[in-house]
């Protein structure tokens, strides 16, 4: 990011950033502004050209009043759903990483400098739209969603936002540049665990002497993030207390996973057979590290620990972001 | 399936808003199949019910087409508009998603626009205009769904405000046409009025019908309320019962002469769907399109009036009837057999009388000295072919056209040829404009007898039995048990004057409405245009010339709109300007900020990488530090910030 963010503007979109350059906030504004009839506006229209031709054919005056109020009313609707979409500013948007074929979800924040509260929707080119009602000069929580293709850093084109406000009769697009990158894990694909002795035995034998999953050793008292499939029920029931079952796993067999255990196997394909892997021995509560060419995730467990591999796993080839 | 959702009952709300100006000329039980759907979607809304499927409302659908063709003759616009009613709630029924929903406002629309055929007076437009503001609000609730429904009104209203310069520019400059583009669609209810025939009774009916049938603006002096006969129709033929046309054998009235006696006078003819037009006793001139004088001195148009006209006339009350010298032998007719008391009292009056003058004095006599009743509820007549004897001997009580009739019938029982003349008598003369209101109630029938000397002459019986009735008004010709309605409220309290006073009012705006505003046609156009500078030499060169004003004005206003529209400029921030200016020239020779840099973290690398520039550096950023974050700074404190970084050089790359 390089000096787009203006301390002290209030503009959300001051801190949206393209292709680099450095750019004043009021250059979005600058957008254009696409403006069509909806089918209903192509009806509504019919509908007028019907009167008008009733209000002709009968020489009536009370007829033309109405079509040419009517439509007067449409004429003047193009221009507040012009004005909806074009007073918006949107902030960068946040997102959680997801596994390559589910839906990346950016969430970010849309401000209107107008009092009106337009139904605004919000869609990535190749993106569903989603629809959300602004609260006139609040900032308003919104989100739209993608799907994630391939695993690596997803970064999405534009946001178109679109409004139909305030009649439903005209459409009025624009696209705006949102600030948005969501980090895509490879997809899981089940399949045997494979684990390969670390780099460095010696070097590990400690590390691993977490837990395991294979015997039972003994109760402790349970600490707060210890798993729930752990808790020994039997205890509390009998009122004493939480315990957490430890089990103790082989020890000084610290557990590695690496692409590279799976010959035979594209390497896209060995990065998702991994993340399976990670995932499961995850959900086990079984300490395990990733060696992935010349990188190293020592052995470990937690939310933190499998993000770190996943993320390794996601950029792995990228260039280090 | 309906659930209980907030957009639902705002459509219903504008359905019934729409559908309830119809009811007085759709069929009744199309008005009572909407009625329940109504209720039927407003319960299905509240409680959840299930709707009906999409096959069973097709069904519905259907009947409600065979129902509306059938209950109204066809395919006349009372049709449309029963089917477009029940159309618009079977819609709602069927409101599935956005689209059911738009296609019902969309028709709630054309609802509204049905009832420009049924009348155009101000309260029409003053209603029409706020079921579109209502229809409005439920267009944008549509579109909005979580919106709450009271804001979207007032929303609504800008928005017609708004339309409304564009709504003045189109109504004022779109060129009007004489004439239709092509045939009109048939209108089915006969508006109020009298049909073309006098029978017993039914201009009784009328009576109490308040709606104006014309209103007449005179050159001069207004006429004595006596003489105010206004003549439609004249008939001759009578079958026992009633008085028709019978065959038309009229022919135009030959030009008129000069009189000084002569009143001329304008007026505006509500539609009627007829084709007469209304003139005072004895019209001697008309001028209007398609329509002429006829020997019996009705007016005719060929084609029926179904919009409101405006014509100038001139009568002379003095006129002699037109063919004096001679009378039509249908003037004598009647049938063979019945009323043998009647036929014998006419034969004896007649005999005892030296002549046609005195006969008819002596018929008067007769309605006057007998106990003669003038009434809106005479006892009916029974069945058979005497109603003239059941009239003059046993019930003795009716309204003008009884007594019309039978006086007709008594002069041509006796050897007078003699006609009936059906229109209105009277007027109410409007305080506020200066024109009289001739409304239904007033309507009347009179007859006319031809004698030698005198040619046709008019005689009113009715003034015999209530005199009241020419020279004051129904009202007061009545039996007081038949005048305890409002109207007689309105006549007879202090507190019905002033409310009299309010309806003049009104009628007065509606005259004025109606000729300032709902008569605007070419004509009124060509003169506007005079008036802007831009004189036309003929008619054909009117329409492109107001294509073309038209196009400009719609553009001018749009300009305009937009202008109010525009985006806000945002406020330049020009010490945020400078400090952008200041990294890329820092970028520039290699030093580029780092996004988590800060300004001073900024200066310190600046520093450490070229000690050279640090003085001017430190100078130019804590002044932008001082600037930014220590309150806002002085425009002139601004301006030399950016001629620092202006100034400032770092040279070349390291």
């Known amino acids: 990011m390089k000096g787009s963010v203006v301390p002290g503007s209030s503009d959300f979109q001051a801190r949206s950033r393209t292709a680099g350059k450095q750019r004043l906030p009021s250059a979005f504004l600058r957008q254009s502004i696409l403006i069509l009839p909806t089918r209903y506006g192509f009806i509504f229209l019919a509908m007028l050209a019907a009167l008008l031709l009733g209000a002709v054919n009968h020489n009536n005056n009370l007829g033309y009043l109405l079509v040419f109020l009517l439509g007067g009313m449409a004429l003047v609707s193009i221009l507040h759903t012009r004005r909806a979409v074009s007073r918006l500013a949107l902030s960068p948007a946040r997102s959680k990483p997801v596994f390559a074929g589910q839906k990346a979800i950016f969430a970010f924040t849309v401000k209107t400098s107008d009092s009106a509260c337009p139904a605004i929707s919000f869609q990535f080119v190749e993106g569903e739209p989603t629809t959300f009602i602004l609260r006139g000069g609040n900032p308003t929580s919104a989100q739209a969603s993608l799907n994630a293709g391939q695993r690596g850093l997803l970064r999405p084109g534009p946001l178109v936002v679109a409004a139909t406000y305030p009649l439903g009769l005209f459409l009025a697009r624009r696209s705006l540049p949102v600030h948005a990158i969501c980090l895509v894990y490879p997809r899981p694909v089940p399949g045997p665990l494979v684990t390969v002795p670390g780099p460095d035995n010696r070097e590990n034998e400690g590390d691993a002497g977490g837990c395991g999953v294979e015997d039972f050793s003994g109760l402790e008292v349970y600490q707060p993030g210890d798993p729930l499939q752990h808790i020994s029920w039997k205890s509390y029931s009998r009122g004493q207390g939480l315990y957490t079952k430890k089990f103790e796993g082989t020890r000084g067999k610290s557990l590695y996973f690496n692409p590279d255990s799976l010959p035979g196997l594209d390497f896209e394909l060995r990065l998702s057979r991994i993340c399976y892997m990670i995932l499961k021995a995850d959900a086990m509560r079984a300490p395990y590290g990733l060696h992935l060419g010349n990188r190293l995730v020592k052995p470990g467990l937690g939310e933190k620990h499998k993000h770190q591999c996943l993320r390794e796993l996601a950029l792995a080839g990228h260039k280090k972001a | ?654």
């Open chain 2, 1 to 654: 399936m309906i659930y209980p959702d907030r957009q639902t009952k705002p459509i219903l709300g504008a359905i019934v808003l729409c559908t309830l100006p119809h009811f007085t000329y759709i069929s009744p039980i199309v008005a009572a199949a909407c009625l329940l759907l109504w209720g039927y979607a407003a319960a299905a809304s509240a409680y959840a019910w299930r709707l009906p499927g999409r096959r069973l409302l097709l069904v519905f659908a259907g009947i409600s087409f065979a129902a509306a063709m059938s209950l109204h003759e066809g395919f006349t616009i009372e049709a449309f508009v029963a089917l477009l009613s029940l159309m618009a709630v079977l819609k709602l029924l069927e409101s599935r998603d956005l689209r059911d929903r738009m296609i019902t406002v969309i028709l709630c629309y054309f609802l509204i626009a049905g009832r420009i055929f049924f009348g155009d007076s101000m309260g029409v437009t003053i209603y029409m205009l706020l079921t579109i503001l209502f229809t409005t609000a439920v267009l944008i609730q549509v579109n909005q769904p979580q919106a709450f429904f009271p804001p979207l009104l007032r929303l609504g209203g800008v928005l017609l405000l708004q339309a409304f310069p564009f709504m003045l520019v189109f109504f004022l400059l779109f060129p009007r046409f004489q004439g239709g583009l092509w045939g009109r669609t048939h209108l089915n209810t006969a508006q109020t009025g009298f049909s073309d025939q006098v029978g017993f009774g039914n201009i009784a009916e009328l009576a109490r019908n308040t709606e104006v049938a014309f209103r007449v603006e005179f050159a001069g002096e207004v006429p004595p309320r006596n003489q105010l006969y206004w003549r439609g129709i004249v008939l001759w033929d009578f079958d026992g019962r009633t008085w028709r046309r019978g065959a038309s054998r009229l022919s135009p009235l030959p030009p008129p002469e000069a009189d000084p006696g002569d009143i001329a006078y304008t007026i505006t003819l509500e539609p009627h769907n007829q084709h007469w037009l209304f003139t005072l006793d004895l019209a001697r001139e008309i001028s209007f399109r398609q329509a002429y004088l006829q020997n019996d001195h009705t007016s005719f148009r060929w084609r029926p009036i179904t919009s409101r006209i405006t014509y100038q006339a001139v009568s002379n009350p003095d006129t002699r009837l037109y063919s004096r010298k001679h009378f039509p032998k249908h003037a004598l007719e009647l049938p063979e057999q019945g009323n043998p008391r009647s036929r014998a009292m006419a034969e004896t009056l007649f005999r005892e009388s030296g002549g046609g003058q005195e006969y008819i004095g002596k018929v008067l006599e007769y309605f006057r000295e007998q106990p003669f009743e003038y009434t809106l509820q005479p006892p009916p007549l029974a069945e058979g072919d005497d109603l003239v004897d059941q009239f003059l001997f046993r019930n003795r009580s009716g309204f003008c056209e009884h007594y019309a009739s039978s006086f007709a019938f008594l002069m041509r029982a006796a050897g007078l040829p003699a006609r009936v003349v059906a229109g209105y008598q009277g007027g109410e003369s409007n305080p506020y404009g200066d024109y009289l209101a001739v409304r239904q109630s007033d309507a009347h029938a009179w007859c006319e007898v031809w004698l030698p000397a005198t040619g046709w002459l008019r005689v009113d019986p009715t003034s015999a039995v209530a005199p009241a009735r020419v020279t004051g008004d129904v009202l007061n010709a009545l039996p007081a048990e038949e005048t305890s309605s409002l109207l007689s409220f309105l006549y007879s309290t202090p507190l019905g004057q002033r409310l009299r006073g309010m309806i003049n009012l009104w009628d007065f705006v509606n005259s004025q409405w109606n000729r300032r505003v709902m008569s605007y046609s070419a004509n009124e156009q060509s003169s506007f245009l005079t008036a802007l500078g831009l004189g036309i030499r003929s008619s054909e060169e009117l329409p492109p010339l107001l294509a073309i004003i038209l196009a400009a004005a719609t553009l001018i206003l749009i300009l305009v709109f937009a202008l109010f529209f525009r985006p806000k400029e945002p406020v330049r921030d020009l010490t945020a300007e400078a400090w952008l200016d200041f990294c890329r020239k820092m970028e520039r020779i290699g030093l580029p900020r780092r996004p988590a840099q800060g300004p001073l973290d900024y200066l310190r690398h600046i520093c450490q990488q070229r000690p050279d520039l640090a003085q001017n550096a430190d100078k130019l950023v804590s002044f932008y530090v001082r600037l930014r974050y220590a309150g806002k700074g002085r425009p002139d404190e601004i301006q030399s910030l950016r001629s620092l970084v202006k100034k400032f050089n770092p040279g070349r790359s390291a």
